[in-house]
């Protein structure tokens, strides 16, 4: 890695700023968290700091407050459960900055975690003075939020000018290691499989995973669109009509590269458990809610040839069983490959989820937006902004 890791630096009686993503699900009201799985993310962390000697400083943001305090967003039930996972006091700040955050911080307390960084709007504006406040008295810097690692904010960007060093943590660490090997110099042949709603939400990575893949294997709504530009009849399918002559120029330039659907799970409206069809040619009063059993079989056949896969979103209406076989169906394949395999955070993770093949996959990123820009070739703020080695 070009960058420094949380391992190159001499953390002993050092009082080190953690950027972390503790951005969990709160039950109404705020007071209960419903998946504490980005909290244990970073556990390696922050107990590999602690094992060096060092003096945590935790930050992170929580929800959308819009720049103000909201209770229902606070990060005071995060400190509760860390506390369990750890085993040691952690301190809660009732801010981010200010003369108790100081007080805090020149104290003896080992590790504090820091009020919610978005109750003030500077933190999302990366205003210099509010990131200089965020580093007083901070020894050195971990990045170890990649979920946010796409956004220039305080916490991520602005804060390093004002530390002597600024590291990668090790989940930050583990994703660009990851990421990087499959998109510099993956093992051959590679295969990416994209889905999802809308082209438009991914033509930087359709057309960056172009010049990576031997295959790309479309599904989802998006491949509707592709085929309304093959001319092909797409029924009550969602289609982005806007975006028709751009996906006929990304088919031309693809060639027999960019695979689509050859057959369709087809319905009559989108709700869980609704009579379906399979169907090769989508009737006019149709819409396709999942890739059919050909196109499967197809999709599983060339993962199964692949040495590596990049995966980013569902085949299907994934959250409205039975629309989530065709997705169920390729996490398998791509768990049966024993390919190198990276797997974008959201649906696709779900998928791997249901499909009980998580502990096959190579790599499964904790970052949506931050793991799709990365494959769309787009160098990312937060990273860019860490110490080079």
Not at 125 to 147: H, Q, R, S, W
Not at 330 to 359: F, H, N, R
Request: charged share 25%; net charge negative.
């Amino acid at each position: 890695m070009p960058k420094l890791s949380i391992r190159d630096l001499d953390l002993r009686a050092k009082r080190v700023f953690i950027r972390v993503d503790f951005n969990v699900p709160l039950a109404p009201g705020g007071q209960e968290i419903t998946s504490d799985k980005r909290i244990r993310a970073s556990l390696p962390t922050i107990k590999y700091a602690l094992e060096q000697g060092a003096q945590l400083v935790l930050a992170s943001h929580l929800g959308r407050p819009k720049g103000k305090p909201n209770p229902e967003m606070s990060l005071r039930p995060v400190a509760i459960r860390l506390q369990e996972l750890i085993g040691r006091p952690v301190a809660f700040a009732p801010d981010c900055i200010g003369p108790d955050v100081e007080k805090l911080k020149g104290g003896t307390d080992q590790v504090i975690l820091l009020e919610n960084l978005r109750y003030h709007p500077e933190e999302e504006k990366n205003d210099p003075t509010f990131a200089k406040e965020l580093a007083l008295g901070i020894d050195y810097y971990v990045n170890d939020a990649f979920g946010t690692a796409h956004r220039a904010h305080a916490s991520t960007v602005g804060i390093i000018q004002f530390v002597p060093e600024a590291a990668a943590g090790l989940l930050m660490e583990k994703e660009l290691e990851y990421l990087t090997k499959v998109t510099q110099n993956p093992p051959l042949p590679c295969a990416g499989i994209l889905g999802g709603a809308k082209v438009s939400d991914k033509i930087e990575v359709i057309e960056n995973l172009l010049k990576i893949v031997d295959k790309l294997l479309i599904g989802g709504a998006m491949a509707y669109t592709f085929m309304r530009a093959q001319g092909k009849g797409t029924g009550k399918s969602l289609v982005e009509a806007d975006k028709i002559e751009l996906a006929k120029e990304i088919l031309a330039k693809a060639g027999d590269k960019l695979m689509l659907p050859v057959d369709h799970v087809v319905a009559a409206e989108l709700a869980a458990g609704a009579p379906y069809e399979i169907v090769e040619a989508i009737p006019d009063n149709m819409m396709a809610v999942d890739i059919g059993p050909k196109t499967i079989t197809l999709y599983a056949g060339e993962i199964a040839k692949a040495k590596s896969v990049i995966w980013n979103g569902p085949m299907g209406v994934f959250e409205k069983p039975p629309f989530d076989a065709g997705t169920v169906a390729l996490a398998k394949a791509v768990a049966a490959s024993g390919a190198l395999s990276v797997v974008g955070g959201g649906d696709s993770e779900k998928a791997i989820k249901a499909a009980g093949v998580a502990d096959k996959i190579s790599h499964i990123s904790t970052g949506g937006g931050a793991s799709l820009e990365f494959l769309s070739g787009i160098e990312l703020p937060g990273v860019a902004a860490l110490t080079d080695k």
